[in-house]
Structure formats: structure tokens, C-alpha cells
């Protein structure tokens, strides 16, 4: 160490250059004359060398670690493609995302595109393709997609563009599906992350990760939801306490139970609130009105017409998190043994408290002929009404889900709103399953309200 600063002292000439300054620094430090004494006279110990040795290899390790790390870590893209539909002509219906005929059309887009990307050099990047809208051409249906890939930090913005737009263009045509694209309205477009996930969230009833579940259970005792998971469940509360739950159907319309307001319509005195805990929310909002269907009836217990619209102010932040759930046409017929989610933050057990984190359960739709029979409701189950659960019981909503969501997903990933939680004798008991508001039955009053 001595004979390098002797060296160094040398070549930069400190001593010699130095200004009265620095002169006067070097002369009057105490510390630096005595270091140097110190190190000349007894030199470093090997022990100590090694430590420093080792030291400075885990150091580098673990820059060179990190910065391996934060090239070569997937990060997810997103494109905005669109394209010329030749061989399908335009129907009023591909203008909103619910009916039969947009399904259909968007699932066979989704899956000449998958199959295009799947075929190609890109098929591990590849994570998805949704189809955001079909609008009018006098040659056919423009398609415009959202494209999520995962391309490592390191990769260029423009060299993976180049390369989702190259396997469009090469494959487009020569997928082997029913779909003839005009490939000179091809277009790509990368997308920032926000605007990729504005872009998403706006679409009804899709959730961004695939959430595997396990097995049935139910609210009672049953699965806590994870964040995301669900992320068209409200919570409406009175007074600031959690009383119902509702469904987001858009940023400013919830759909709910019309028992849930018994004896308090005054808006004021209700808020909504989004995220799987009631405690802390991930957004809360005023509730600006409250549409009870007019045949509602707080004083008759037949449970008829228990649906209602709640109208926020200001509207929803949509996040991953946050945003609606796709309505059902009301033609559409969700068969018997469907399998749907009912969530919420209801009691655990018949007349229970509500918990804090939202539960789901698996429950199958019961049809309404068995549900009608003598020893399971003996006729009380109406055209407006579905019964889903088990006739054996254990696996059901409860004190505190009404309001909430009955969902199933489609074969395009699409989750639909099928019921609203309704009424029930007790939770869980043997032949008493769960019953709802069947929302393709009130699907048009929803509409006259909302313009949804
Ligand atoms: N009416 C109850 C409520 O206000 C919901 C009952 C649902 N019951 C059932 N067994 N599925 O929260």
C-alpha cells in the first residue's frame, strides 16, 4: 500500500502541484501519516486479504447477478393489431361485446391469431389475443385486437415489434382458418402498458390471470379470493358498513338485490366499495341513485323481482383490479350443471358475521323443475328466479352475499353474469340451495335503466 501511494504520489504529483489548499490539507491531516505508518509496519494479514478477495468476487457477483437479472427479465408488451375481414359481412349485432354473434366472430379470430403465433418462432412469447371491437367496412369486418406478449427487458422495442408484425404478415393467410384477412390493412402498433391495460379492463368480464381453483368448497369455511380474481364484486354499504354485495356492469352502474335497500332508499346514505378486502378498499365511491324494480315488494316475502341498479358518482377507476362483468343477452340459456362462482363477504355459518376478505364457492345451476320439487322449495321458485348449489347442501351464499354475483366463464375466457344472490332457507342445509335473481329474465329492465 505504501510503495502505490509512494507511486501515485509520484505520477499525479499531488505533493508537488498541490495548491496552498490542498498543501495545507495534506500537511496538517493527522489521520493519513499515521494509516500509512500503521499498514507499512505490519502489511495486511492473509485472513484479511481473503476477506477482502472474497468480498469483492460476491460483489461482482451480484452486480453482474443483477444486472443479468433486469435484462433478461420478461416483461410484458402489448400491440394493438387490426385487420380487414373479407369474407364475413357486418351484422348491428358485433357492436357490443355480449351477443352470440360477437363471441363467436372474436373466438374465431382469437384462435387463428393464437394459432398463428403458437406456429411461429414466437410461441413462447406469446401469452394472449382479445379481440376489443368488429366494426363496419363496406369489404367486410375490421378487427382490432389486443396482443400481450412477454419479450425479455433486453429485447428492442422495435426489434419485437418487427418480429409480431413479420409473423402476422407472413401467416395471417396462410392460416388454415375460415377467415380470408386482406393483408394490406394489416396494421401493428405497440401499445404502453397502460393503455394495453385500459384497453383490456375496458372489456366485460375478463380477468388477467388464470386462476386455477381447488376443487369445490364453499363460502362457509370456504376459499379466500385473491386479488384480481373477481374483479367485478362490490360491496355496498350502509352508513359505511358492508350490507350487500352488487356487481360492476359499468363505471358507474352496479347491479344488485332490491332487498338490500328494505327500509333505507335515501342514496346518501350508501357508498360502494371494489376490492377483495371491505378493509382497506381499493376504491370506494358515492352512490348517486338507487333503482328498485318497480315491482319490487319490501312487504311480500315471495322474493319476486329482487333486483335493483345502483348508479355511482364519480364513475369507477377501471384497473386489473377493478371492472365490470359481461350481462348475459337475454335469450341466452345457461343450461342445468353449469358450473359458477358465487363470491362474497357474507357469514360463514347461517346467521353469521360478514369477513373482511371476499370468499368464493363453486356451485352448480340446479334446474328449476328439480328445484320446485316438494321436498326441496315445493314450487316457490318463479321464471325470474335460479337455483344453484348442492342438494346435498354444504356449499353455499349466505347472510351477506345478496346482491352479489353468480358467475360462469365461457369457452373464451369471458366470465357472464348469472345470477344475483337472492334468498335461501338458511346456508348449506340438505335440498335448499341457493337461490337467485335470474338476470337474463330482468335482462331488458337492466338495459331500460342503464343503457347497458
Ligand atoms: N338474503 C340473504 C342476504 O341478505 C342471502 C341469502 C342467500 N342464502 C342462501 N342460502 N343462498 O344476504
Redesign the pocket.
Known sequence: LKSILRCCTLRCGIRNSASPRQKSFLVTSQWYPEVLMDRGRTGLEPWKIAVIVVSAIAGAALIIGLITFFLCRDQDRYYNASFLITNVDYKSQYERQTTEEFRDLSQEIETMVSEVFKGSFLSKRYIKCHVVSLSPDPAGVLASVVLVFKFASSDSKTTSWGRVHRVLRRRLTTSSNSLNVDLSTLSVAELNKEKGDDLLNNCCGIRKQQFSFTGVERIIGGQRARDGEWPWQASIQLDGTHR?GASVISNTWLVT?A??FRGVRNPRRWTASFGILLRPPKQRKRVRKIIVHEKYCDFVLDHEYDVAVVELDPPIEFTSDVHSVCLPEATHVFPENTSCFVTGW?AMKNDGYSVNQLRQAEVKIISTEVCNKRHVYGGAITPGMLCA?YLEGQV????????GPLVTVNSRGIWYLVGI?????????RN????YTRVTYYRNWIASKTGI
Do not use: I, L, N, Y
Request: hydrophobic letters at 20%.
Open positions: 350487500c338485490a332487498h338490500c357474507g348449489g353455499d351464499a349466505c347472510q351477506g352475499d345478496s346482491g344472490v337472492s334468498w335461501g332457507d338458511e346456508c348449506g342445509k335448499k340451495p341457493g337461490v
